[in-house]
């Protein structure tokens, strides 16, 4: 359902991705793992159709489409969701009422009626459940004054709202204590039972890894995947470090 | 000398209709009128080099010639066109600033609130008018006040007795008939709200037709003890149109005054909202959104004058600036040497959409008392992109993304709209204006 080949991107002329093959098929997750400034975020990014990268080559297909010919809403409707590293708040406009709209605009990008109030109410109640997010805070303007928490399980709410076939985590777990990962991963977890939707888990650390088990793990080093495996993978990445794939990479000890 | 022949114009008009009085020329009324007619002639209009309209050139508006007294042909029909659904209020209807009695539609009994024209207040309530007819206009340094204050004719009285509350708003709509040809108008309005009473009082101006306007407009409120008032001006007129308009109040002990400022459209736009407060324990609140296009200039100043102890004053105004259109935002403070225990804040703070957008902003505190707590800021910045690019992400398209955040941003002041039928029409001229 997603195919990335040779994918190359740049910002401000430094090219952050050389060179992307990944294939993603309906119910699979997919780890992506590195160090700092490897390109994970950017890859995430460049899914989600943020304008300041520019892509220098290769393609993206998804569910037969080619994906970055479209723009970021259009990528919304055809069931691309990123969850953000940092939210944005949003003062003036609550959550509801963004919701609303954006549930509202993908029906409708989609040739089908918008949703009638109590429906949309009766979801919201029902999907708030599953992050554990209070109603109350759902009425006031989005994320604003949110803790870092509340602002990931918002994240995960808005995606559980949406119901993508393809939720894209970006570094979900940073900020997180372990009572919020176990929240936000559960959330994950359910909208996992669907199985044909997929999940690419950008993150830095194995942990979260232990509440959302992937089915593949890559690891992504300046701009490249230099090294897929399966979970143990992960696990053997928490424990040597990094430093050792890029000496694969590198060819050298660092200095 | 193009300022000189505009002068001598309105000299010659105003000796016209000093002929036409018969020998009542010297009612207090009138000499009021006499005296500002001298410190027009003597100040003549506002230029750039003047500090107080450095950044708003009136030269172009000035230039083009405009019709007074224009009487129009336009029926009851055309005038009540635009109506506003569900208000149960007194609706006062002024055309080309000439008050439409015939039109109008006053639900309040008479006990309770006066509508009268200049010459009936004359007859009726010498004493009060003469009280408060241009008592803190100021003349001697406000060319378009004193030339307003001389021509006064046509606007209205408005009289609320002590102790009344009104229920019903008073919405006065001033229509401008450009349909024809270039018009110019004078209103004058005086609105005294007595001791202990309670009113919201509205003015909104808009235009007919596509031809030039020029509104010279002033309105005072004397607001007495323990009054409360709720004011809204809103503002949408054709891209041709030039308004120049004062609202000067004054209040009394323990009053509260409200003023909400809303200017939807216009060519060139000049908003002095001059607010004296003169006795203790008053409120006042300002508001302001401005949200022009194209090449629309909107210049907002205010005089906040903290003369006593142990008042509070806020004041915040916001602006969407697009295309090349320029705004200016000059907010004073004067905190006088008795007017200790003051609390005064102003804040200002503006999204430009265009890059081509300019927006002056001057916070001015004066302040001679010690024991005050005033502050002040001016924000003005562009929107945020992460915003916009995380409302896409979740499928809300961008120019919906960029309406929205707009929509939230003018917000904080909509909501302060108190009168529903205002808030609904507002937001949709403001929803209309923005989604161009």
């Known amino acids: 359902m997603l195919k990335i080949s040779d994918l190359k991107a740049s910002v401000d002329g430094k090219q952050i991705l050389n060179g992307i093959n990944l294939e993603v098929k309906p119910g699979e997750v997919h780890a992506i793992m590195g160090p700092n400034g490897s390109g994970k975020s950017t890859l995430a990014s460049v899914l989600a159709g943020r304008e300041e990268y520019e892509i220098e080559g290769g393609s993206v297909v998804y569910q037969n489409q080619d994906l970055l010919e479209l723009s970021p809403e259009d990528r919304a409707a055809a069931g691309i969701f990123l969850a953000f590293q940092y939210p944005v708040e949003i003062p003036g406009v609550t959550t509801i009422n963004f919701l609303k709209t954006a549930v509202n605009q993908i029906r409708k990008k989609n040739g089908q009626e918008p949703m009638d109030a109590a429906s949309f109410l009766r979801m919201m109640r029902e999907k708030s459940k599953l992050v554990k997010i209070d109603p109350e805070l759902l009425k006031r303007s989005l994320n604003e004054g949110f803790s870092g928490g509340e602002k990931k399980r918002n994240e995960i709410f808005q995606m559980a709202m949406l119901e993508p076939t393809l939720g894209i985590l970006d570094e979900t777990d940073s900020g997180l204590d372990i009572d919020a990962l176990r929240i936000v991963s559960d959330g994950v977890n359910e909208l996992r039972k669907d199985k044909t939707r997929s999940f690419i888990v950008v993150t830095h650390y194995q942990r979260l890894l232990d509440y959302i088990v992937p089915d593949f793990v890559h690891v992504l080093y300046k701009g490249r995947i230099v090294k897929s495996g399966t979970k143990e993978l992960a696990k053997e990445l928490e424990e040597k470090g990094y430093d050792w794939i890029k000496e694969e990479v590198d060819g050298q000890v660092p200095a | ?436």
């Open chain 2, 1 to 436: 000398m193009e300022n000189q022949v505009l002068i001598d114009k309105f000299s010659a008009e105003f000796a016209a209709i000093q002929q036409s009085l018969n020998g009542k020329s010297e009612s207090p009324f009138n000499n009021v009128r006499k005296a500002a007619m001298a410190q027009f002639e003597r100040l003549g209009f506002p230029t750039p080099r003047h500090e107080e309209w450095k950044y708003s050139n009136l030269k172009k508006s000035l230039a083009s010639d405009y019709n007074y007294h224009v009487e129009s042909k336009l029926n009851e029909n055309d005038v009540k066109s635009v109506p506003l659904p569900n208000l149960h209020g007194n609706v006062l209807y002024f055309v080309n600033g000439i008050y439409k009695a015939e039109y109008s539609e006053i639900v309040t009994p008479t006990d309770k609130l006066k509508i009268m024209t200049f010459k009936e207040a004359q007859a009726e309530i010498p004493e009060i008018l003469e009280a408060h007819f241009s008592k803190h206009v100021d003349s001697e340094n406000e060319a378009f006040s004193a030339l307003n204050t001389a021509l006064a004719n046509d606007g209205v009285v408005v009289y609320i007795a002590d102790n009344q509350t009104l229920e019903e708003p008073i919405i006065m709509r001033m229509l401008g008939d450009v349909t024809t040809e270039n018009v110019g108008a004078i209103v004058r309005n005086l609105i005294i709200v007595g001791q202990n009473a309670e009113v919201k009082v509205a003015e909104a101006y808009r235009t007919m037709g596509e031809k030039a306007s020029f509104t010279n407009a002033v309105t005072e409120i004397h607001v007495g003890k323990d009054a409360r008032v709720d004011y809204y001006k809103v503002q949408n007129e054709n891209d041709f149109s030039t308004h120049v308009g004062t609202t000067q109040v004054y209040q009394e002990d323990r009053s509260y005054f409200y003023a909400a400022t809303f200017t939807i459209n216009g060519g060139f736009v000049r908003n002095n909202l001059n607010i004296i407060l003169d006795g203790e324990h008053i409120e006042t609140f300002m508001y302001g959104l401005y949200i022009p296009n194209e090449n629309q200039h909107v210049d907002n100043h205010s005089v906040v004058d903290h003369r006593k102890p142990n008042s509070v004053s806020n004041e915040l105004y916001k602006g969407i600036l697009m295309d090349k259109s320029t705004g200016v935002f000059n907010g004073k403070i004067f905190v006088r040497e008795d007017a200790q225990k003051t609390n005064a804040y102003q804040n200002c703070r503006n999204v430009i959409v265009s890059k081509d957008a300019t927006m002056n902003t001057k916070p001015q505190l004066e302040i001679w008392a010690d024991d005050v707590k005033c502050s002040h800021g001016t924000t003005t910045g562009q929107l945020n992109d992460e915003a916009i690019f995380y409302m896409q992400s979740r499928g809300i398209p961008k120019d919906e993304a960029i309406r929205l955040q707009l929509l939230a941003f003018a917000e904080d002041v909509v909501s302060k709209i108190k009168i529903d039928t205002i808030h609904e029409y507002l937001e949709g001229l403001i929803i209309e204006k923005l989604g161009e």
